[in-house]
């Protein structure tokens, strides 16, 4: 009888929530549309151009078996660090360079592929995914605080924080392990690894059209979903502004940031961070109350936690391969924890001695190159992405109706 209430409400609550959704968007055309198009031009000129080559590449490793031979070379370093088959070494190095949400996305195919049990699935999906090193020294460094030698302290924190959740989430499912059958490490071999991948590529005798073709495809229609994604909850979070909810929800926050010690007027940019990172992440740069450093701690939180729309994007990922999502929600709190405190304990040695003007070891030269190379690319993404994605877009739909015509004419 409980659960019979429990699924009544819960019914209810969903129909009201999305009632007053679609009431909202009514009462607020004008504000909606412009949400929308913000949320639509990040995917179109970022999100879309910057994912879409690793999606396809990582598709083509996984099908010409490149990623079972890393898996057998990194072995006898994931297995002991994270408890995870080598192959997580791949899926956390993508995860990496790429972004949200590449690591959930190559966490699910190779689950499907079955080099991954479900609990290998679940720690691996919870440290796999993480800020490209291009959003976070392009957008957020130099494009939002203007700083770009930021870049180097939320970067680092934001890696070794979710290191730490790796090691900390190897203790996850541990007891369901114990019960059944172990696998044993295998020790570094390069004959073995050579003949796994001679059998994986094997196995697809499918010819290299159709598996690019295919990889192509893939990959589309799950930035088409991730696309959704960005703008549905860009206008959701315009929205909860715009009925002043998010006034009366973000003091709930001020008590968080006084037991961090940060100031209180970072609540509401910080509220919206936990919506959709980009506009937590502007906004937090241009809150003046707050000093550099208290405003980098409350980005690294940030960045971390994902936002709820990248957590929905990885949500939606994980249950098409039957993944549960709770692991990875409470690996994204720990994040933000880890991170925010990395950015606290290496202000003092990775900002202020080496931006702030004292002794350094290195190069001022150095810093300006790099932080000027990714400063150029983040800009070149914006300029070229629209065109990359258009053309992307068009090839998408043309192997769509080509599949279409095929099916037809075998059937």
């Given amino acids: 009888m409980k659960q ?7 019914t209810v609550l969903l129909a009201s929530a999305a009632t007053l959704f679609a009431f909202s968007l009514i009462c607020y055309p004008k504000q909606s549309l412009e949400a929308s198009i913000r949320g639509l031009n990040m995917w179109w000129e970022v999100v879309f151009p910057s994912l879409l080559p690793f999606f396809i590449v990582s598709e083509l490793l996984i099908s010409f078996g490149v990623v079972s031979f890393l898996g057998v070379l990194l072995e006898p370093l994931m297995r ?11 899926a956390w190095a993508m995860g990496m360079a790429s972004g949200y949400p590449s690591g959930a996305k190559l966490t699910a195919r190779l689950y499907q592929e079955k080099q991954l049990t479900t609990i290998e699935a679940e720690r691996l999906s919870s440290f796999t995914n993480s800020s490209n090193p291009l959003f976070i020294f392009g957008a957020v460094s130099a494009g939002f605080f203007n700083n770009p030698q930021l870049g180097l302290v939320l970067a680092v924190s934001h890696y070794l924080g979710n ?28 004959p073995y690894a050579l003949r796994t ?18 990889a192509v495809r893939s990959s589309v229609q799950t930035l088409l979903m991730i696309g ?3 703008i ?6 315009k929205l909860l502004y715009m009925m002043h909810l998010t006034e009366q929800l973000a003091p709930l926050l001020r008590h968080l940031l006084r037991l961090a010690q940060l100031p209180e007027q970072l609540d509401i940019p910080v509220f919206s961070g936990l919506f959709e990172i980009t506009l937590g992440s502007q906004m937090i740069s241009q809150t003046d109350e707050a000093m550099l450093m208290e405003k980098a701690v409350a980005t690294s939180f940030v960045l971390a936690f994902g936002g709820f729309s990248v957590q ?6 994980l249950a098409e391969a039957n993944i549960r999502f709770q692991p990875f929600f409470i690996a994204r709190l720990l994040h933000g924890v880890f991170a925010a405190s990395f950015t606290y304990l290496l202000w003092k040695p990775l900002y202020i001695k080496t931006a702030g003007g004292m002794p350094t070891n290195i190069p001022a030269f150095l810093h ?19 065109l990359l994605t258009l053309l992307f877009l068009c090839l998408y739909i043309w192997l769509v109706i080509k599949a279409a015509s095929e099916s037809r004419g075998r059937s």
Wanted: no cysteine; proline share 5%; net charge positive.
């Fill in 4 to 10: 019979n209430w429990g699924a009544k409400w819960k």
């Fill in 80 to 90: 002991p660090l994270f408890r995870v088959p080598g192959v997580g070494g791949f």
């Fill in 163 to 190: 290191i730490s959740v790796g090691l900390i989430m190897r203790f996850h499912g541990i007891r369901k392990e114990r019960r059944q059958s172990k696998r044993q490490p295998r020790s570094f071999s390069l």
């Fill in 197 to 214: 991948l001679h059998r994986t590529r094997l196995k697809n005798e499918q010819p290299l059209g159709k598996l690019l073709g295919d």
């Fill in 228 to 230: 959704g994604f960005i």
């Fill in 232 to 237: 549905l909850f860009s206008v959701m979070n």
């Fill in 312 to 317: 929905a994007q990885v949500a939606s990922i």
């Fill in 368 to 386: 300006a190159a790099k932080d000027s190379a990714w400063n150029e690319g983040w800009r070149l993404l914006q300029q070229y992405g629209p």
